[in-house]
């Protein structure tokens, strides 16, 4: 029998990169997972616990070493909070910057295919609309969200750079808003903020009048992309969202009408560089890929709400 195949996941703790870690060992892999666990949680992979699950605890900016095989390096790591773009600024743009090149050394070092999570937010925010992958970007590199749109711009370009360079096998997915169960409470996006709120009965905060559009891909849908990718021949970035767009307004009263709360919607400014258009073009992830979202909008809400309010309700189980 053949070995299993081995992963290197960083950010593996966290919300995205801990759904990822579980969907490769489904799949019969062995996994190690690195996370300093900044923003993510041992919670989050603690049923990972087994013979094909490793964990350690590391900052993806140190030098990485691992002993024996290893066929995939998943650079998941990075702050992507909103929340943190001014609590750990210096934290996320090492993770962009740092990051990639002690992973990308570690995948050269061991003939793995090495995949890098981007985001939409390389885009800024964007003159066309939707965004296709070749649209450059319409980013603010001195603002707030800086630090985090170039930092994701720069682990783009070193991912090429040494693709280029050292003819290593190379991935890149570009995240849309995603959400789904481990999410924290305090992330600060849009989805668990409203949930939050529609829990405690407190209005719902919208940023400028709420018209701005989003996409909201549930995590299942987003997993799914990113392993059909990394089996794919693709070096080119490839978009993984959900292409409806909603505007925040919409979604905050689907908030409202999944919880059966009594919430207002109230109106706060909006922040500096706040994208007015989110919606990803993704043709070339359904033509390379066979990849569509299979999870409404709505559904995919539901769902996780309900992971939120379930762990409101053992909360306050262990409170009492």
Same mark, same amino acid.
């Given at each position: 029998?053949?070995?299993?195949?081995?992963?290197?996941?960083?950010?593996?703790?966290?919300?995205?990169?801990?759904?990822?870690?579980?969907?490769?060992?489904?799949?019969?892999?062995?996994?190690?997972?690195?996370?300093?666990?900044?923003?993510?949680?041992?919670?989050?992979?603690?049923?990972?616990?087994?013979?094909?699950?490793?964990?350690?605890?590391? !900052?993806?900016?140190?030098?990485?070493?691992?002993?024996?095989?290893?066929?995939?390096?998943?650079?998941?790591?990075?702050?992507?909070?909103?929340?943190?773009?001014?609590?750990?600024?210096?934290?996320?743009?090492?993770?962009?910057?740092?990051?990639?090149?002690?992973?990308?050394?570690?995948?050269?070092?061991?003939?793995?295919?090495?995949?890098?999570?981007?985001?939409?937010?390389?885009?800024?925010?964007?003159?066309?609309?939707?965004?296709?992958?070749?649209?450059?970007?319409?980013?603010?590199?001195?603002?707030?969200?800086?630090?985090?749109?170039?930092?994701?711009?720069?682990?783009?370009?070193?991912?090429?750079?040494?693709?280029?360079?050292?003819?290593?096998?190379?991935?890149?997915?570009?995240?849309?808003?995603?959400?789904?169960?481990?999410?924290?409470?305090?992330?600060?996006?849009?989805?668990?903020?409203?949930?939050?709120?529609?829990?405690?009965?407190?209005?719902?905060?919208?940023?400028?009048?709420?018209?701005?559009?989003?996409?909201?891909?549930?995590? !299942?849908?987003?997993?799914?992309?990113?392993?059909?990718?990394?089996?794919?021949?693709?070096?080119?970035?490839?978009?993984?969202?959900?292409?409806?767009?909603?505007?925040?307004?919409?979604?905050?009263?689907?908030?409202?009408?999944?919880?059966?709360?009594?919430?207002?919607?109230?109106?706060?400014?909006?922040?500096?560089?706040?994208?007015?258009?989110?919606?990803?073009?993704?043709?070339?992830?359904?033509?390379?890929?066979?990849?569509?979202?299979?999870?409404?909008?709505?559904?995919?809400?539901?769902?996780?709400?309900?992971?939120?309010?379930?762990?409101?309700? !053992?909360?306050?189980?262990?409170?009492?």
């Amino acid at each position: 029998m053949a070995s299993k195949r081995r992963a290197v996941v960083t950010g593996g703790a966290g919300f995205v990169g801990s759904h990822l870690c579980e969907r490769l060992i489904s799949e019969g892999y062995r996994v190690v997972c690195m996370d300093n666990v900044i923003t993510g949680s041992r919670r989050n992979i603690a049923h990972l616990d087994g013979a094909d699950f490793e964990y350690i605890e590391r !900052d993806v900016t140190d030098h990485l070493e691992i002993l024996g095989k290893v066929d995939e390096v998943y650079h998941f790591a990075s702050p992507a909070s909103p929340a943190d773009f001014e609590r750990i600024p210096v934290e996320i743009l090492k993770a962009g910057a740092m990051g990639p090149h002690s992973t990308l050394e570690l995948a050269r070092e061991k003939g793995a295919c090495f995949m890098v999570a981007s985001t939409s937010e390389v885009y800024g925010d964007p003159l066309v609309h939707p965004q296709q992958e070749d649209y450059r970007g319409n980013v603010n590199p001195i603002g707030i969200r800086g630090v985090y749109d170039e930092a994701k711009r720069y682990a783009e370009a070193a991912t090429m750079a040494y693709h280029r360079r050292y003819a290593l096998e190379t991935r890149i997915v570009r995240i849309f808003n995603t959400h789904g169960p481990r999410m924290r409470p305090d992330d600060g996006r849009m989805v668990p903020n409203f949930i939050r709120q529609a829990l405690a009965g407190e209005p719902l905060t919208i940023y400028g009048d709420g018209s701005q559009t989003r996409s909201v891909q549930y995590v !299942d849908d987003l997993i799914e992309g990113v392993v059909r990718l990394m089996r794919s021949r693709e070096s080119r970035p490839v978009n993984i969202g959900n292409p409806v767009e909603l505007s925040v307004r919409e979604v905050a009263e689907k908030i409202i009408e999944i919880s059966g709360s009594r919430s207002e919607l109230i109106q706060k400014p909006l922040p500096v560089d706040d994208p007015k258009q989110r919606c990803p073009d993704i043709s070339r992830a359904w033509t390379v890929l066979g990849w569509e979202p299979m999870v409404s909008a709505g559904e995919g809400l539901r769902r996780t709400f309900e992971w939120f309010a379930e762990r409101s309700r !053992d909360s306050r189980v262990r409170v009492a």
